[in-house]
């Protein structure tokens, strides 16, 4: 089931709770010792730095699927540590990433040294606004260009999500997934029904009846689903799919998981039908087509996330990491008056970034 570790960071004593918390999260991915003291230096680091520049925030520890899915080996999990907070943001990005700068006198080794250890590492800050942080640490260091994906079309698409618990539960109901085959990638989101375990149980299901439906197109993989989800609560889930030799981008859903999809700055709603997946699946699924280009962006979000959402600049930004630009979308969707109402998940499909 998709364990997360929601640390609130107000005081010194968390910062402790977000070591061991990387400590536990690394012992689920498979991380050795070596790797699994980078994962707790970095949620130490990230800490820190939330009680020294923002006043506080939120961190978010689970375990994912690598942001690229890679052709001919077997992907490893890593471990994900994201901060996200309502501070004042950072004036200079470049600056606070070298190591020795500091604003408070301290030795300024935070931000630096999680971007050199960390596999994956990004950030978007907002003067006003706040600063979201995200890094992956996996079982062996990605080393310098090791997360190129060359020349590989399926390769050229990226995914991340966060995934906060209702109420700090030590489980969530959402659970998001992407699997590939061939030119196919798809992307899943997974609502189950509630929260807690037994929501958590239904979500865990789609994503395993996900792996074998790699396949198949978005509306018969929904089928496969309805199946493996009977006997549990059931979930509302929506899928995506891109298919990179043709361009094109297939949706389909069942339930109340929001989908939007920005085509060169303009954001559309794509549509899922109503029902439950595992208990009340309509007859007929409807499969919305668009087309796909280095200009999308898909976001996907459970309903967790506030009706009024509404996308904004930074949520189409294809350069940025998909798990920052889901993170930004939580956090400009919320505020530490106004936490997320239950268990809430953000799904991100981009293209990847041109290396050569």
């Known amino acids: 089931m998709p364990r997360v570790w929601d640390v609130p960071v107000h005081d010194s004593t968390r910062v402790r709770d977000a070591r061991v918390a990387a400590e536990h999260a690394a012992a689920l991915a498979g991380l050795d010792e070596q790797r699994t003291a980078t994962a707790a230096l970095v949620a130490t680091e990230l800490a820190t730095n939330l009680l020294k520049h923002a006043g506080g925030g939120q961190i978010l520890i689970d375990v994912v699927a690598p942001p690229v899915l890679a052709a001919g080996r077997e992907e490893t999990p890593l471990v994900q540590i994201v901060t996200v907070d309502h501070g004042p943001g950072i004036a200079d990005v470049s600056a606070a990433l070298r190591d020795g700068f500091t604003t408070t006198g301290s030795l300024g080794a935070g931000l630096g040294t999680c971007a050199r250890v960390a596999d994956d590492f990004d950030l978007h800050s907002v003067p006003g606004r706040g ?3 995200v890094s992956r640490i996996g079982a062996v260091p990605a080393g310098p260009g090791a997360r ?3 020349r590989d079309p399926v390769g050229r698409v990226r995914a991340g999500a966060v995934n906060v618990p209702f109420g700090g539960a030590e489980y969530s109901g959402d659970a998001w ?9 798809t992307l899943m989101l997974a609502d189950g029904l509630g929260h807690g375990a037994e929501a958590a149980r239904a979500s865990t299901a789609a994503v395993e009846a996900l792996r074998a439906s790699a396949h198949l197109a978005p509306a018969e993989a929904l089928r496969r689903l309805d199946t493996a989800l009977t006997g549990t609560r059931g979930a509302a889930v929506a899928l995506a799919q891109v298919d990179t030799g043709a361009g094109t981008l297939r949706f389909a859903g069942i339930g109340n998981v929001g989908a939007r999809l920005c085509e060169g700055g303009t954001w559309r709603h794509l549509v899922s039908r109503p029902g439950i997946v595992g208990t009340h699946r309509p007859t007929t699924l409807r499969e919305e087509e668009a087309v796909w280009a280095d200009d999308r962006v898909l976001v996907l979000h459970s309903d967790g996330l506030p009706s009024r959402w509404s996308p904004t600049s930074d949520t189409c930004r294809t350069a940025t990491d998909p798990a920052v630009t ?10 530490p008056a106004r936490p997320v109402r239950d268990d809430t998940a953000v799904a991100v499909l981009a293209p ?5």
């Open 352 to 356: 990847t970034p041109d290396r050569s």
């Open 177 to 185: 997934a992407w699997v590939r085959s061939g030119d196919r990638v």
């Open 131 to 133: 600063t979201v942080v």
């Open 148 to 150: 190129d994906v060359g």
């Open 326 to 335: 889901a993170a930004v979308t939580l956090r400009d969707a919320s505020s």
